[in-house]
């Protein structure tokens, strides 16, 4: 499975192929024509296309006029988006002749940063641009997950909160690039609301490396399907849990589901138990 700075790289550098470029490649009027027919090649828009290969959701809003952009573009390099099914895309100031967008369809205008030919919007942008179509700590998960990943170092931070209002500047305390999914950024911003000590990533000999480590003792592990599903990593994970156990901690691992979306059940539960520390 390609990494997020590998489908950056495909993603980000994808542009469409006019009629005139294909016919410097040596396709006549009637190839190009054919190609399309038999499907060798993609045509989303009258005098453009696109290979065969590009992105489903590039080809989305290609066929509307417009550049995937926002979380959509995010989602498909693989960065982390808290929830949202609908086709973002970007569309220039003044552009005409569009299509009707269906009502899932979530457009932004302003002008591009990119080239003309681009299929995505420009990645700085983009992810500017999600800060405002989502809440706060959703938007803190997504940047975190971008940091993380590498598609942005510090002094990219400083451009996407140039592009916003001062208001956004306040998330920019909130990030930490060491927090590894979307989940364990959601979590360490619910443990910053209970008043705890807490470190991110923290490794434990015998044991090994843990996502939290809560007032010294308290081990929280943020668990998913995706990594959690099959009965190897089971045994995994119930092998560490009795070695922290030996060592002196509790171990707790709230669904990454209930972290993102019964929050408030999560934060309850979590300070119930610090709420009872162990004897020493």
Do not use: N
Request: proline share 5%; with cysteine; glycine share 6%.
């Amino acid at each position: 499975m390609p990494t997020p700075r590998e489908r950056a790289a495909e993603l980000l550098s994808a542009t469409f192929m006019s009629r005139a470029s294909l016919r410097r490649e040596g396709m006549t009027g009637r190839a190009i024509t054919e190609a399309v027919r038999r499907g060798w090649i993609l045509r989303p828009r009258r005098g453009r296309y696109l290979p065969t290969t590009t992105d489903a959701a590039l080809v989305d809003a290609a066929t509307l006029g417009a550049r995937l952009d926002c979380v959509s573009l995010l989602t498909a390099l693989g960065v982390f988006v808290l929830d949202d099914t609908r086709l973002h895309v970007q569309l220039d100031h003044g552009a005409s002749r569009l299509p009707v967008r269906p009502s899932l369809v979530v457009a932004h205008w302003r002008p591009r940063c990119g080239a003309r030919d681009a299929v995505a919007a420009d990645l700085i942008e983009a992810l500017a641009q999600s800060c405002r179509c989502q809440s706060p700590r959703a938007a803190v998960a997504t940047l975190d997950s971008a940091w993380h990943h590498r598609l942005i170092g510090g002094d990219d931070l400083a451009q996407i909160f140039a592009r916003l209002p001062r208001r956004f500047r306040r998330l920019g305390g909130l990030l930490d690039r060491r927090c590894e999914s979307g989940p364990e950024s959601l979590m360490r911003l619910l443990l910053r609301t209970l008043g705890c000590r807490f470190d991110v990533q923290v490794p434990i000999e015998g044991v090994g490396r843990v996502d939290f480590v809560v007032d010294g003792w308290l081990i929280i592990e943020c668990d998913s399907k995706e990594h959690h599903e099959d009965w190897a990593a089971q045994k995994r994970d119930r092998r560490r849990d009795l070695a922290a156990a030996a060592l002196g901690y509790t171990t707790v691992r709230p669904l990454a589901e209930d972290i993102m979306y019964r929050r408030d059940t999560v934060r309850r539960q979590v300070a119930a138990v610090l709420a009872h520390p162990p004897r020493r």
